[in-house]
């Protein structure tokens, strides 16, 4: 049961570099988001997705982009990473748009030099 | 405003006493839940406990309880006899609809419990 998968779980960068988180899920969940965590502030939602295809911000979107082509697949996107995406992101699914609890992947941990 | 806070950065419980962490949150949408998750020092997060807004019995799970008033807008978590595994940080969590594009999750900012031998 692999649930939901995030790579890499380590991931060092120069300011100005870019990469892209990878989260995949086995579940045929419809619901898909990534979350960054920081120190005092809890987990905050950055994109969603309710399907393939459908995509939309969360509250600390900017810096990151995000598509869905599939069900299994979510990547995030650093575009031109800064030292304020220093954080530890984790990718979450659902069921569906509808609700059901999360399901995490075991997050990544990104400092960005 | 906050839409989930938690107002206890760190408490104590000794080992076997029970122990409530507190949570508010707040929303103007009829249906949504609230849940619990638990996030050890190994880092990953643990779906403790769910409740609906419709719900009217307060929902339990093995030694975890979750004192819902939605009057008070509180989603209170309350774990019995405590356990050394118990250690960890503790988010509330709320979903609310967002219309027709999905629902949105938003946690509070965590209470790291230390249950002491």
């Known amino acids: 049961n692999a649930g939901v998968t995030q790579t890499p779980k380590f991931q060092v960068l120069k300011t100005g570099q870019s990469m892209t988180l990878q989260c995949a899920q086995d579940?045929?969940?419809?619901?898909m988001s990534w979350y960054r965590q920081d120190p005092g502030m809890g987990l905050r939602l950055i994109h969603y997705?309710?399907?393939?295809?459908?995509?939309d911000q969360g509250e600390v979107p900017n810096g990151y982009n995000v598509s869905r082509s599939t069900t299994e697949d979510f990547p995030l996107r650093l575009l031109s990473a800064a030292p304020s995406q220093t954080s530890v992101y984790f990718c979450a699914s659902s069921r569906d748009r509808t609700g059901g609890k999360l399901f995490f992947g075991s997050g990544t941990q990104l400092s960005v030099l | 405003a906050q839409k989930i806070t938690q107002t206890q950065p760190g408490m104590f419980v000794q080992e076997k006493e029970a122990v409530t962490l507190d949570c508010t949150y707040d929303t103007s949408d009829q249906s949504y839940g609230l849940f619990w998750y638990k996030q050890p020092s190994s880092g990953e997060m643990i779906f403790l406990i769910y409740?609906?807004?419709?719900?009217?019995q307060n929902a339990t799970e093995g030694r975890y309880s979750l004192n819902f008033q939605k009057a008070r807008k509180s989603a209170n978590l309350v774990i019995s006899a405590s356990q050394l595994g118990d250690s960890a940080m503790y988010f509330c969590?709320?979903?609310?609809?967002?219309?027709?594009?999905?629902?949105?999750?938003?946690f509070g900012t965590g209470t790291s419990l230390t249950v002491i031998p």
């Open positions: 969590a709320m979903r609310e609809g967002v219309r027709n594009t999905g629902n949105q999750f938003y």
């Open positions: 409740q609906g807004s419709y719900d009217e």
């Open positions: 579940m045929n969940h419809e619901y």
């Open positions: 997705s309710v399907g393939a295809g459908i995509t």
